[in-house]
């Protein structure tokens, strides 16, 4: 990753009230980077209920703001564009979805209806039946962000005739919880003095490859002609026509074999094995869509019972950091640095740099000779400790 990650400008967001707190901030990476990040405030306002949808929205004094912080990661497939684009959009249509269930959030117990009004007596009994919290509601406001984004970015890619996709990697804090929500292979992990827990699994080709194959199952227009759906340990060539072979299909954890016919030997869409299954037909075909990977998987993390401490943090990294550094040689990395730079009031984000310096394979770095990342890396270190008081780094 080049220094101009380190080096931040505002992302354009049209006029803006003199009350409008602050705006979110990306990284100033190249336009050639397939990885893109961004980070800021989150300020999340009101609408006061049966005010007509184009009349301003009631700002409240910033004592009443709820307020929050959010960092994201991106990791573009076949070529930039999403990952900018999601970078650019993201937090906006976070915004705008927890803008639209504040009213909810600010409750003791979410409402049955936002307007206040009680159709049925038993309505709180109902949704405490049903067990839903306020942070169903943040996470529901994360999903319907992902999928607002997710047609942004597909219109925009249409319309410029670009292609390509994204993974996203996102943590937001928000009344005293911290939320991390993955689709794709980067991680994020906790880090403590004496713990280190992952707070996101990866979605790669080979974790999704029932969804995939079933998929291209129900809608096989969308393999174009040129994949077949089924797995085999490797790609089939001609002389394996006639044979039989191992193989499994989307409705198959265990493996079969079969009779090799001509349509086998397309390019198969799942082909490789764990982190280096091959990407290849998820950027070429029309399987690249969804543009963000939508199935999310969101983490809660509840700050007043974690009781941080000066040194825990969060580690955010796209997966040229994972690709060579497992979760516990990050955590040494981070408790050996942390320790030995107390005195250092930038040492979150010398950290975050050290963590991208050893996968480089230098003379100090801990991954294996021949273990180098060659892909893209991008990191946050998030402090936990005095979260609240805006105490983060990148």
Not at 85 to 99: F, G, I, K, P, V
Request: glycine share 8%.
């Amino acid at each position: 990753m080049s220094a101009d990650w380190f080096r931040r400008r505002f992302l354009p967001r049209g006029p803006l009230p003199a009350q409008r707190p602050p705006r979110i901030i990306n990284a100033e990476k190249s336009e050639f980077n397939e990885d893109q990040a961004a980070c800021g405030k989150l300020c999340i306002r009101r609408c006061e209920f049966g005010v007509e949808e184009d009349q301003e929205w009631l700002t409240l004094c910033s004592e009443e703001f709820l307020t929050g912080h959010y960092w994201a990661l991106f990791d573009g497939h076949g070529g930039p564009a999403a990952a900018i684009l999601a970078a650019n959009t993201l937090h906006s249509c976070l915004r705008r979805q927890l803008e639209a269930v504040v009213e909810g959030m600010v409750a003791t117990q979410p409402p049955m209806h936002l307007s206040g009004r009680c159709v049925c007596p038993s309505d709180p009994q109902f949704v405490e039946e049903k067990g839903i919290r306020t942070e169903d509601l943040v996470i529901g406001a994360l999903e319907s962000a992902f999928q607002e984004c997710d047609e942004v970015i597909g219109r925009e890619l249409e319309a410029s005739g670009q292609v390509g996709g994204c993974t996203a990697l996102v943590a937001v804090s928000l009344k005293g919880k911290l939320y991390v929500a993955n689709a794709g292979d980067s991680r994020a992990i906790l880090v403590r003095r004496d713990e280190v827990r992952p707070l996101s699994s990866e979605f790669t080709p080979e974790t999704e490859r029932q969804r995939i194959q079933q998929l291209a199952f129900i809608y096989p227009e969308l393999l174009a002609g040129e994949f077949t759906r089924l797995e085999f340990p490797r790609r089939l060539k001609g002389d394996d026509l006639g044979q039989k072979v191992l193989f499994r299909d989307h409705h198959m954890s265990g493996w079969s074999y079969k009779c090799v016919e001509k349509s086998d030997l397309k390019y198969p869409l799942i082909h490789g094995q764990g982190r280096q299954v091959s990407e290849r037909p998820l950027r070429e075909s029309l399987l690249n869509r969804p543009y963000l990977r939508l199935t999310l998987q969101v983490t809660v993390l509840d700050m007043d019972q974690l009781e941080p401490q000066e040194e825990d943090v969060i580690v955010m990294a796209t997966d040229g950091l994972w690709d060579v550094l497992s979760n516990e040689q990050v955590a040494r990395l981070v408790q050996s640095f942390l320790l030995g730079n107390r005195e250092d009031p930038h040492r979150f984000s010398e950290l975050a740099k050290m963590l991208i310096r050893s996968t480089q394979g230098t003379d100090d770095s801990p991954i294996q000779e021949g273990q180098v990342s060659y892909d893209d890396v991008s990191v946050f270190v998030i402090p936990l400790h005095h979260q609240g008081q805006g105490h983060s780094s990148h």
